[in-house]
């Protein structure tokens, strides 16, 4: 199994990607009892949840990475031409090297910076308007692309002046930095005005949902909204609600209502505030579940405000350990 460790203000949550290697300890007779209750795919109306264009997560997400796809582009092209330029001047035959030698040299670096920002999925959906991963990536793909190019010349003995580099590492660097800060700033006014949203199902005891419907929306740019919460035992919907800074947010009954609720909300995401009720059982065929519907799920570790340099996720035995 292989998880993502998410850094939240208030807590941390581990997103589940993978679930071919789980390995089934926990409570035999709630997992049964669980998995019972997710076969249930009880067909309901549920008051106060409606489909919503916010919740379209997929679409503004490749329209968003391919906006910084052009942007990354844009700017890895204009720094290797200004580094050639400076260096070299206005020609492409410089003095000293055999014709078109240079601009070849820079076609493939603007090819291999790129391929190392895909590389290291400085573009992925899961960085997208927060946190400081997105600017890591990008920095530690500027690094591996000079150290890889600085190696290739060296053992190939190309001659390639070192000023080049010089100038082309710094611009490219700080341009990309720049670029990112800029359309973080664009999904932060998008996410204020109700776009760019990730649509959670929050799924556990009452307490534990308030709480985490609390923390996920206390803070919009963070970019989620709670469509619904769903309690264990709960039973069918009956119209309650719950109130979570200053919002009114549907209960959509227990866990067996939580794929009816998916497809009526359009929520993408569904967070656990506890995984008693579930087991691991449970858990893993929610996760098999939720996978056709292109759902993500979350699983909140109730670990708070503790930094995430002091958290270390290992797995042991097939099991993610949070130390």
Known sequence: MSETLIEHPQQTLIDHADTKHSTPVANTH??????????????????????????????????????????????????????????????????????????GFSVLFVIVWLSALSGFHSRSPRLIGSGIEEF????????????????VTLLLKLDIARGYLAVALPAGTLGLVLSRSLWRGYVARKRAEGDYRTAVLA???????????????????D???????????????????????????????????????????????????????????????????????????????GVMDVALSRLVMRPIAGLPLLH
Not at 203 to 221: K, S, Y
Not at 254 to 272: K, L, Q, Y
């Open 136 to 151: 890591r990536r990008v920095v530690a793909s500027s690094f591996w692309t000079f150290g890889a190019i600085a190696i």
């Open 30 to 103: 709630t997992a049964i009892r669980n998995d019972e209750a997710l076969n249930r795919m009880a067909t309901v109306t549920l008051p106060g949840l409606l489909p919503s264009k916010v919740f379209e997560r997929t679409r503004w997400q490749r329209r968003y990475a391919a906006k910084l796809q052009i942007t990354d582009c844009l700017v890895v092209c204009s720094a290797v031409a200004l580094a050639q330029y400076l260096r070299f001047g206005p020609t492409l035959s410089p003095p000293g090297y055999s014709e078109y030698y240079v601009p």
């Open 223 to 301: 970019g989620y909204q709670v469509a619904g919460v769903g309690i264990p035992g709960y039973g069918p919907p009956r119209g309650e609600l719950i109130t979570v800074n200053g919002r009114m947010i549907p209960i959509v009954g227990e866990e067996a209502h939580a794929f009816e609720a998916i497809r009526t909300c359009g929520a993408d995401t569904v967070a656990i505030a506890g995984t008693e009720h579930f087991g691991v059982r449970g858990i893993r065929r929610l996760l098999w579940d939720l996978e056709p519907m292109g759902v993500d799920l979350v699983v909140s570790t």
């Open 203 to 221: 799924i556990g005891e009452r307490d534990a949902v308030e709480h985490l419907a609390n923390e996920l929306t206390r803070n919009p740019m």
